[in-house]
């Protein structure tokens, strides 16, 4: 058989692998390239365990410092498995490591299934008992995984944990006294209230922390609508009730709208809990406003987001719908309902 060098593996060492496999009196078949073909160089009996005679492989008379051989080492399992070593020391000659490195191909398709492991070598220190152990716990490690099958593991981790959530909301719901849903800071809660009693252009951010399950205040500010984006998180999910004074309806009014932002950089897991637990925010925000502030006008749409900064005053007006509609009286919830499809029309039949 000839390899990608021009390498061919000798009559003699067929023959003498042939012979080997067949007894179980050697343990290490040392191979080299010579005159242009690759040839038995010398055979080591089995004296001890294969940890034991792996350290005879140490011995400067077997292999040297700076010149590549292939080892051939027969392991302990029953029946026997082979292990290719192929020994290229860092202080060998160029020529020969590409010369051992372009053979090493054809001397693998030679053994076949012979060899059920391989080990690489570039000193004698990686064919050490020691060395060994660790290239098989290596190999017994979970494989990494690629960026595809990671972000499938963490969507099933995150499906786990909400189906574990709802399971656990469903059952203690009766203690919850804000709704079905995530449970709410004391603070959380006094934010809306303030914020419902207020006048001016406010928002309250609240976020959820995953281990607790617990939904916290992150801020209560006043600001112009124009700083809506810059008051939101870019990085993480976030909840926010924004209280907002205009003139686009008729009476002017001060409406306080939901808002669900969930930028794409986001742990999956997060994103899924935060989707999860939306509508449950937001029934729950909007009770605690209206048993504080019953006459406070609350949107009934509701804005989702995955890029913050969007959140500009033209955005929100197309979402609430606050442009080129004539709209209801507050409290009406016309001016949030989502108004049908309107059926396609059938293709015309072609002459």
Request: proline content about 7%; aromatic content about 8%; some cysteine.
């Amino acid at each position: 058989m000839s390899a990608s060098s021009g390498i061919t593996v000798s009559d003699d060492l067929t023959a003498h692998f042939s012979s080997v496999l067949n007894s179980n009196t050697t343990r290490f078949v040392k191979l080299a390239i010579k005159d242009e073909s690759l040839v038995h160089d010398q055979s080591l009996p089995a004296q001890g365990d294969f940890d034991v005679d792996l350290l005879k492989l140490q011995d400067s008379e077997i292999l040297q410092d700076d010149v590549p051989a292939y080892i051939l080492a027969r392991l302990d399992h029953y029946p026997s498995q082979w292990l290719a070593i192929f020994y290229v020391p860092e202080s060998a000659k160029v020529k020969d490591k590409m010369l051992y490195a372009s053979t090493r191909g054809s001397l693998t398709k030679a053994l076949g299934s012979t060899c059920t492991d391989s080990l690489f070598a570039t000193s004698k220190k990686d064919i050490t008992p020691e060395a060994y152990a660790a290239h098989k716990r290596h190999n017994a490690a979970p494989k990494p995984l690629s960026p595809r099958e990671q972000e499938l593991a963490e969507i099933r981790e995150a499906e786990s944990s909400t189906i574990s959530y709802q399971g656990t909301m469903s059952l203690n719901s009766h203690l919850n006294t804000t709704g079905v849903g995530f449970r709410w800071s004391q603070d959380a809660e006094d934010a809306l209230v303030n914020l419902s009693r207020g006048e001016g252009c406010a928002i309250v951010v609240i976020q959820l922390e995953p281990a607790t399950e617990l939904l916290t205040l992150t801020s209560f500010q006043d600001l112009a609508i124009e700083g809506v984006p810059q008051a939101l998180p870019h990085a993480e999910p976030c909840y926010a009730f924004l209280a907002w004074p205009h003139s686009l309806t008729s009476p002017p009014r001060r409406e306080i709208c939901f808002i669900y932002s969930c930028p794409g950089s986001s742990a999956i897991k997060h994103r899924m809990l935060y989707s999860s637990g939306s509508l449950a925010t937001f029934r729950a925000g909007r009770s605690i406003i209206l048993s504080s502030s019953p006459l406070t006008y609350i949107a009934s749409r509701k804005i989702e987001t995955s890029d913050p900064g969007e959140l500009d005053e033209s955005y929100l007006r197309a979402e609430l719908r606050l442009e080129g509609e004539s709209l209801d009286a507050p409290g009406s919830g016309k001016d949030g309902d989502p108004k049908p499809f309107s059926r396609p029309k059938r293709p015309t039949k072609k002459r």
